[in-house]
């Protein structure tokens, strides 16, 4: 199994509940800002990095967990991937979960992106979206943990 999770920038949402996936961050207590920002990817997309899908480790039971951005592309974004995998490797399209993460991101996450990832004010920025992040924090658990729980070997 794959698992891939997408949202707009490929930076705050899907890195989070990603990171939730793999334990690197906590289910049981928000994780904090500082935990937040030492987990790779998070807040660390540039320009050249959308579209791209990112490996960022495997669970307890083996299976792959991975990162994008999606941009615009919404809800067509599975469309278009599961017609890539009919296209290329049919067997596979039943092996990959794509996991939306935008209906968990918040203004303050939105903010908090647009001012550090494009306008530069860093500090500022990471502050507000860690914020956010933690306001969202709980939903990105129980995004995971269901679905864990339904795609359980």
Not at 16 to 38: F, V, W, Y
Request: proline fraction near 3%; aromatic fraction near 12%; charged fraction near 20%.
């Amino acid at each position: 199994m794959k698992y891939i999770y997408n949202c707009y920038g490929g930076s705050h949402s899907s890195v989070t509940a990603a990171a939730i996936h793999l334990g690197l961050l906590p289910e049981n207590r928000l994780a904090t800002a500082r935990e937040l920002l030492s987990v790779p990817y998070y807040e660390a997309q540039v320009k050249n990095d959308h579209g791209r899908i990112r490996l960022v480790g495997w669970d307890e039971r083996g299976h792959e967990v991975y990162i994008t951005s999606k941009r615009n592309q919404g809800k067509n974004y599975e469309h278009i991937m599961r017609q890539f995998l009919n296209l290329t490797e049919p067997n596979l399209n039943n092996e990959v979960v794509f996991v939306d993460t935008m209906p968990y991101v918040n203004i303050f996450m939105i903010i908090g992106g647009y001012l550090s990832r494009r306008l530069g004010f860093k500090r500022l920025g990471r502050f507000i979206v860690c914020y956010g992040t933690s306001l969202s924090y709980q939903k990105f658990v129980h995004l995971v943990r269901q679905l864990k729980f339904s795609t359980e070997d």
